[in-house]
């Protein structure tokens, strides 16, 4: 009798295969219950584009932002501690993240509608949500995968020798697991400020069909000055929102760029001041009153929110029987709750998947195989590109930190300039001079993925311990030899993790690269991105809407178990840094 088990790549297309249909049924539940919110509520008066109300478009763009990055950087923590707790938390949770950070924003416009714009009767507030979750899902992907690469990969040692001492629970996670994730935290947060800016018109207009919400910000204003080919506007509202950019720059992430060089691994012990207040420290130029003003305020603060997390271990509270039964009877109720729901869910949303495919299906459903083929191939043009340059620029960063510091600006504010902003150069220097879209497309699916790998890579270099890199030294190591045998090794982890993300940027960007209207003229190429757009834009047809995301999530899904997930493996297990 053979007992042996199926092959790997086997079980990982039986499992993927097992979180397709129930992502498929899920869509399709979120747009059976979407039709009702569209015909229940009335659609908010659009927004006057003028430049002299630019100041407040741009403070509430990036309030909104603000609003998404901190809700993505609390789920990022939590999901990606879980995440990599391994087992069936890592089986579990991780492919939820590749799928969903490869679903356009647009595909999330459903969810938005019914969560948010129904629960508030079509009114502001709702909207307002609507456009906070649909930002969040820009930013908060990147974030929790590099949270569960740095945890993935801490030293052994330092696990260990935490466990020798005991160090569980909170402690734990203060010392060991949080300071590890600190550095690629901080170049994710960038990218994830970098990632929003990039969407905010697709956030700031949601569109289905005869449904229109639209909220007053920059992206709005910069897709109506592109609808009326207002080129005074476009250069206005672009202005305004790199200003916005370079002072985040100057004031927030140059300052916690320096300040998580205290979290990277080092095999030598370093010197530093026992209590640090992060980018106040380095920031100190404020002035000495203020700083230590400031001192005295936030670190009684601090220390005390650190008692009260302490002490929640909850070990008084079920040191008795009947706590322990109670405790018991309530984790027993939450999850059988949770079970119940999500058998509800699940069972719902394979019947709307049913009904929804049964439906007649659109002529325009014939060319998502030929469309499929197309946009995979620009995506791997473009990713070859991404390649191309990401990493010897990551290679030189890895010698010139002068170089490394002033790469990381200006790539924050190069990949920030939304799409829209780059149509009237692309029309006028890409698409007449050559003639067609392709061209044009794969070089806007470009400004989607490549700052994925860029800052992944970076945050890789900035993890590199400099004790390695002096001992390279020390031995006579060429460059070339330098960078074979430490620096690509050492930055794998965050290549694969990169080049992941940068699949999930290339998808994203598809809505903005493979259709877009300008000055009157709407210029497209086939692909999955154009169906999308045509079908969630112009027709509001659901059912090509949901097969053309099925389409998408069937070629991420498979991508995702065969290639990326094997090759992150390997590489968290055989370049892990370790003492």
């Known amino acids: 009798m053979n007992t042996s088990k ?51 478009y741009a403070f509430c763009s990036f309030n909104r932002m603000l609003a998404a990055y901190i809700i993505a950087l609390l789920f990022s923590i939590a999901y990606g501690m879980a995440a990599a707790r391994g087992g069936i938390w890592e089986r579990v949770l991780i492919p939820i993240v590749d799928i969903a950070q490869s679903v356009p924003v647009v595909g999330f416009f459903p969810a ?132 916005v950019i370079v002072l985040m720059d100057a004031i927030v992430w140059q300052p916690l760029t320096e300040w998580s060089e205290k979290f990277r691994f080092e095999f030598a012990a370093s010197s530093g001041p026992a209590h640090s207040l992060g980018m106040l420290d380095v920031l100190g130029g404020i002035g000495p009153v203020v700083l230590r003003a400031l001192r005295a305020v936030l670190l009684p603060l601090w220390t005390a929110v650190r008692r009260v997390l302490d002490a929640i271990s909850f070990a008084p509270l079920v040191s008795s029987p009947a706590a322990k039964k109670t405790t018991r009877l309530m984790r027993m109720f939450l999850i059988g709750s949770l ?26 459903a014939k060319q998502i195989p030929v469309a499929t083929l197309a946009s995979f ?33 200006v790539a924050e504010i190069a990949g920030a300039v939304p799409a829209t902003a780059l149509f009237p150069l692309i029309v006028l220097f890409v698409i007449r001079l050559t003639g067609g879209m392709n061209l044009a497309s794969i070089l806007l699916i470009l400004t989607g993925m490549q700052w994925y790998l860029l800052f992944n890579l970076l945050a890789g270099v900035n993890s590199i311990p400099e004790d390695l890199k002096e ?94 997930r094997r090759l992150y493996e390997t590489a968290t297990e055989r370049y892990r840094v370790d003492y």
Request: net charge positive; charged share 10%.
């Open 6 to 56: 199926p092959p790997i790549s086997a079980r990982r297309l039986v499992g993927g295969l097992v979180s397709f249909i129930l992502l498929a049924a899920i869509i399709a539940l979120f747009f059976a219950y979407q039709q009702r919110a569209l015909s229940l509520h009335h659609h908010p008066p659009r927004f006057p584009v003028s430049l002299a109300r630019l100041p407040y």
């Open 112 to 243: 938005a509608i019914y969560f948010f714009v129904a629960l508030a009767h079509g009114g502001r507030l709702g909207v307002e949500m609507a456009a906070v979750f649909l930002i969040f899902t820009s930013q908060a992907w990147n974030m929790t995968l590099g949270i569960y690469e740095s945890v993935k990969t801490i030293p052994g040692d330092s696990g260990e020798a935490l466990e020798a001492f005991g160090v569980t629970g909170w402690l734990r996670f203060e010392r060991l697991l949080m300071p590890a994730c600190v550095p690629k935290l901080v170049y994710n947060s960038i990218l994830s400020w970098v990632a929003g800016w990039y969407y905010l018109i697709a956030c700031e207009i949601i569109t289905v069909g005869p449904a229109n919400y639209r909220l007053p910000g920059l992206g709005s204003f910069l897709m109506e000055a592109a609808d009326r080919g207002r080129a005074v506007d476009i250069v206005a509202g672009l202005l305004t929102l790199l200003a």
């Open 339 to 364: 079970i119940i729901f999500s058998a509800w869910a699940i069972g719902a949303g394979l019947v709307a998947l049913g009904r929804a495919l049964l439906k007649p299906w659109p002529p325009e």
């Open 377 to 409: 191939t620009r995506i791997v043009i473009a990713y070859a590109i991404s390649l191309a340059w990401t990493v010897p620029c990551a290679l030189a960063a890895s010698e010139s930190p002068r170089f490394k510091r002033v790469l990381a600006p």
């Open 471 to 564: 001992a390279a030294r020390a031995f006579g190591l060429s460059r070339f030899a330098t960078w074979r045998k430490l620096i690509l090794p050492a930055v794998m982890p965050s290549l694969i993790t990169g080049s992941l993300t940068a699949w999930g940027g290339g998808w994203n960007a598809l809505i903005l690269s493979e259709y877009f209207p300008y000055q009157g003229h709407t210029y497209s190429v086939t692909g999955l991105g154009a169906l999308l757009d045509v079908a969630t834009y112009q027709t509001g047809n659901n059912t090509m809407i949901l097969l053309s995301l099925l389409s998408m999530v069937l070629v991420v899904i498979v991508l995702n178990r065969l290639l990326w």
